[in-house]
């Protein structure tokens, strides 16, 4: 063990546009919404994580809440940049140490990304003192996560529906065959809800009351064994410029929804078309998994698993199946091939 192993401590991040998700030692750590406060004359950061979420949408005009990461990438360098270096500060291994120690880390990306976006999130790493960057793409990284043994020459194919990408891809021998990056992902489906708000309802709505709406009656199709108690949403009257609520059900949801699923089902759809017919009649037999947040969804396994005709299972905890795939991906570091440096 070298000096350099001693002041080094080993990281798994998946940054990603809804949430960042930090392992440490085995346990996940950090678990925050991936926004940032900023001060807009002063552009000091205010707060970040769930500090800042709590003031997205009831800033006054000095602040500004934003996202550094759109799409699953990258989009504003510097507020990333801090949002990174002040989540491993939280690090109980790493808080309050007379040296900030160097850090190994392996970090998640989307199977999409473009050179230059693989190149940006390198960068932010090198800035928060990570000597030793490997990068894993998100579908692995599930796969990982969900137990899938992505050695094996077995085909296995993997739906991880993020805050900004869904990740569809099927994986064999440690590596991706086939895959499809599809831009509709949770955000998507927030939008979508206050879309139909305002249009079938004349009732405006901020982005946090739409992802509450999303999680405690979102669903993917109308008829559901145990369905959600209509919920109460509360807003804007566009006519009268009034606050108002009104009553909304998991049917109407589906409704708002069922556009942008339909873009997922056909990313499924197309995947399975260009797989190879050996890892076809695997999938056939074991199924297709699903990750992510967005995978919660009321119905969405029933949903993909009609129109594909194979059994969806859903991972044991979503939100962090990447995660957990990432750390123990760290911990295979010098094993596993497919890690990127």
Known sequence: MGLFDFFTQEIAIDLGTANTLIIHNNKVVVDSPSIVAIHRRTNKVIAVGDQAKHMQGKTHDDIKTIRPLKDGVIADFEASEFMLTEFIKKIPGIQGKLFSPSLRMVICIPSGITEVEKRAVKDSCARVNAKDVRLIYEPMAAAIGVGIDIQQPKGNMIIDIGGGTTEIAVVALGGIVCDKSVKIAGDVFTNDIAYYLRTHHNLYIGERTAERVKIEVGAAVEELEHAPEDMPVQGRDLITGKPKEITVNY???????????????????????????????????????????????????????????????????????????????????????FLMK
């Open 251 to 337: 049917k109407e949801i589906a409704r708002a929804l069922d556009k942008s699923i339909l873009r997922i089902e056909d990313g499924v759809m197309e995947t399975l078309s260009q797989t190879p017919p050996e890892l076809a009649a695997d999938i056939y037999n074991t199924g297709i998994y699903m990750a992510g947040g967005g995978s919660m969804l009321r119905g969405l396994d029933q949903r993909i698993s009609k129109k594909t005709g194979l059994p969806v299972f859903l991972a044991d905890d979503p939100l962090r199946a990447v995660v957990r795939g990432t750390g123990i991906a760290l911990k295979n570091i010098d094993k596993f091939t």
